[in-house]
């Protein structure tokens, strides 16, 4: 007679738990998003995202000095400014405010990648990631402004460039600038199956960053879609991307499992704002518990395929991760 199937045996404690458990997520596995703007000892509250701050850039320093300390081996930076106009030329001014918050970084805190966001939609005044011209996009003037914005970050020391404006060609362009910039070694993680999503509601109120007219339909990706995520993963290899991303990630996880079995190459998913803020609001009412929510939140990331998370939960994951 045969055995009847009992797969229960392993589950029994946390030690044979932990022996076959087949995915696990390291503090260096994350990637801290972080918000800065101008000014001294800033450190002001984002309502729709709870515990998480616009920082100035003394703070900021302290606070990537921290998540350093913790493990975490990268922050994505983007920057918050009242400066705006039609070209979103705060984005590449010699001493706009990412170029001078990597600076202070890159002096003090030596063990951890910094990653600087290149799109105009925070720096442009009608909120769009495009210069718009006679009420149409203009593709060549945008690709010219987020060449000199990358250039700008590599030359204030960006370890890695992040393009996420979604302009067909971006990858191919950075790229070319920052060769002939004489930034070789500066990397691209490019953003490219990003998806336009309800989820980056909490992002725009940080960022003062939301379109003024229309919706970012015309270039993010339609979430009914899963052939052109693939296709756009390839063409920004094809274009030099050193990492690829898929975005939003819970909702996503389909598309993150098809781009890894794919794609011999390092994948990134960003677990949006509206993530984070729904699992934090819902730790507040008492349905669930944070901590348990986020790890397995970020655990089904990490088993769906992607080898990184950008997470506004990277402190506290790194935190809780220490004792596990
Ligand atoms: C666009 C950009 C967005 C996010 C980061 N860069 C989306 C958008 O406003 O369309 C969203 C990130 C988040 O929600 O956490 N340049």
């Not at 616009?54 to 000095?65: G, K, M, P, Q, Y």
């Not at 300390?69 to 070209?87: C, I, M, S």
């Amino acid at each position: 007679m045969q055995n009847k199937v009992y797969l229960g045996r392993l589950r029994k404690n946390s030690v044979t738990r932990g022996l076959v458990a087949q995915t696990t997520i390291l503090a260096k596995d994350l990637i801290m998003p972080c918000f800065v703007v101008e000014g001294r000892n800033k450190r002001e509250p984002i309502t729709t995202m709870p515990g998480i701050f616009r920082f100035s850039i003394d703070n900021l320093a302290d606070e990537v000095e921290e998540l350093s300390g913790l493990g975490v081996k990268a922050v994505l930076l983007f920057g918050v400014t009242g400066k705006k106009d039609n070209f979103g030329s705060q984005a590449y001014a010699k001493n706009g405010i990412v170029q001078r918050a990597i600076r202070e970084i890159k002096k003090n805190i030596k063990d951890i990648a910094v990653i600087s966001d290149v799109c105009l939609c925070g720096y442009i005044a009608h909120g769009h990631c495009r210069i718009i011209k006679n009420a149409f996009s203009d593709v060549d003037e945008t690709l010219k402004a987020l060449a000199k914005i990358a250039v700008a970050h590599a030359e204030a020391g960006a370890d890695l460039v992040a393009p996420s404006a979604m302009s067909d060609g971006q990858v191919g362009v950075i790229r070319q600038a920052l060769d002939k910039n004489g930034f070789r070694d500066t990397g691209i993680l490019a953003y490219s199956a990003k998806y336009a999503s309800s989820f980056y509601g909490p992002f725009r109120d940080a960022l003062g960053s939301s379109p003024k007219f229309g919706d970012r339909k015309n270039y993010q990706m339609d979430f009914r879609n899963r052939n052109e995520a693939l296709r756009e993963i390839e063409a920004d290899i094809n274009q030099g991307a050193d990492i690829v991303m898929v975005k939003p990630a819970s909702l996503y996880l389909d598309i993150i499992y098809r781009a890894k079995q794919k794609f011999n190459i390092t994948l990134a998913a960003y677990s949006v704002s509206a993530e984070y803020s729904l699992i934090k609001l819902g730790a507040a009412e008492g349905l669930f518990s944070e901590k348990e929510a986020v790890l397995e939140t970020l655990t089904a990331i990490r088993r769906a395929g992607a080898d990184l998370i950008i997470t506004y939960h990277a402190k506290q994951a790194a935190e809780w991760l220490k004792d596990i």
